[in-house]
Structures are given as structure tokens and as C-alpha cells.
């Protein structure tokens, strides 16, 4: 006879052991664990937390439901929302549902070297990044995607500007890049159209003078070769932007 009780008695135990763990097959629950049934809580206020803060201050008295929310803005981590109100008394082992900013979408950079330059700005436009042209003097066969920044596979927010760097050729000419930042956008005009550089204006408010270059995003002094494209901030009252196409 006992031979046939030991496996129900062992499958009985199990079951009590799995069924006290408060293990979940789903990857966003953090189970409750250590506490006495029955053994009521003071909910604490998470929101404005980061979601590493808010577990920290509930230890392991809640079984806690991550819920992530794309907000577009610079609070990816922070807790939003709380299913159960702060200070409300709360029991031992309750689920208690935490809606997380993700902040900004992100995107993938694709791989896109050896692709020559329009298949690579479309596989960027497609993975929802905006792509910039960097050209330089090489070997390769021209408008051949040498390098790019950030590299193949680096998370970063949706619609940002990547630079993908090409060749120019081996006959392509390396210039320095000026110093357009704190002169008037007409000047840089006429320097960039010396070296054949792409300028393109975004226009922001400011209290510099209108039509002041504020930042560029090629740093001066940086070789390059014809058709690079510099994005410049300008002054202004409206935002828009242009092109010296």
C-alpha cells in the first residue's frame, strides 16, 4: 500500500510548495512574499517614482503588474499611475497595477553598411529615424554607406537625425568645416556654398538677433567633403525649416 501513497503524498507537497511561492508565468508581475495571510498594508504613494524606487517601497507585501505607456516625454522609468490610492489599506498579497513611462518611442538603428545611400536612407526613414548625409574621401565606390552614427542596433528615440557617412570617392576633396555657430545665417551660407556643404535652418525662438546661428550639428573644424548636410539652429520667432537646397 505504500508504495502507492508515496507519489500522492510527494505530488501533494509540491503542490502546497508552488502553490505558496506566489510565482507567476507572467514577465512583468512581481509576486508578494514573507508576509502572514491576512496581514493588511499602508499603500504608499509611487507616482513620480522610478519604477526601481516604487518596488524598493513596496518590498514584497504586493503582487506588482508593470503596465508601460509611450508619454513622448523625458520621464522614461517613472511611475504614472497606481491602481490603489496612497495611504488606503491594502491586503497582504493584493495585485496592485503600476502604469510606467516609457518615455520618448524608441527605434532601432538598422545595419545599413555597403548599402548605397538612398537604400540606406529609406531602410532608416522606414525604422522611423530621419537619416543625414556625412560624405568623405574614399575607395569605396561612391554613395556607399561606410559608417554609421549611432552604430547598427543602439536604441534611441524615434525620429532623431543618424548620420550615415558615404564616400566621396577617392577623388572626393576633405575640407574643414566652419565655425557657423554665433554668425549670421547669410555668412554661413555663402561659406557653405564654397565648400559645397548642405545647410539645413531650423528656426527656434530666442533672444539672440534674428537670423543668429545657434548650435550646429557638425562640430567646426570636422573634415568633410562636398554634399555633407549641417543642420543649423537659427533664430527666430517662428519655428520652421528650411533649406538651401
Not at 559645397?196 to 567646426?220: C, H, K, N, R, Y
Amino acid at each position: 500500500m505504500s508504495r502507492h501513497r508515496i507519489p500522492a503524498l510527494v505530488l501533494a507537497c509540491c503542490a502546497l510548495l508552488c502553490g505558496g511561492c506566489g510565482i507567476s508565468s507572467e514577465p512583468d508581475i512581481r509576486p508578494a512574499l514573507g508576509l502572514p495571510d491576512g496581514q493588511s498594508c499602508e499603500m504608499p504613494d509611487l507616482v513620480g517614482k522610478s519604477y526601481d524606487e516604487a518596488l524598493a517601497a513596496v518590498g514584497s507585501k504586493f503582487v506588482i503588474v508593470r503596465r508601460d505607456r509611450i508619454t513622448g516625454q523625458d520621464d522614461d522609468g517613472t511611475v504614472l499611475m497606481q491602481s490603489e490610492k496612497s495611504g488606503s489599506t491594502v491586503a497582504r498579497g493584493a495585485t496592485v497595477t503600476l502604469t510606467v513611462s516609457t518615455g520618448r518611442e524608441k527605434a532601432d538603428m538598422p545595419d545599413c553598411i555597403g548599402e548605397d545611400y538612398d537604400t540606406a536612407a529609406e531602410t532608416v526613414r522606414r525604422a522611423k529615424l530621419s537619416p543625414s548625409l556625412f560624405v568623405v574621401q574614399s575607395k569605396e565606390e561612391p554613395w556607399t554607406v561606410l559608417e554609421t552614427d549611432p552604430p547598427a542596433d543602439t536604441r534611441v528615440v524615434a525620429g532623431s537625425y543618424v548620420q550615415l557617412t558615404v564616400s566621396g570617392g577617392p577623388d572626393a576633396a576633405m575640407n574643414p568645416l566652419p565655425a557657423f555657430l554665433g554668425n549670421p545665417a547669410e555668412d554661413a551660407l555663402q561659406a557653405a556654398a564654397e565648400l559645397g556643404v548642405q545647410l539645413i535652418f531650423t528656426q527656434i525662438e530666442s533672444d539672440a538677433p534674428a537670423g543668429m546661428v545657434l548650435s550646429q550639428s557638425v562640430p567646426a573644424g570636422t573634415e568633410c567633403a562636398a554634399g555633407t548636410e549641417v543642420r543649423l539652429e537659427v533664430s527666430a520667432e517662428d519655428t520652421e525649416e528650411t533649406t538651401n537646397e
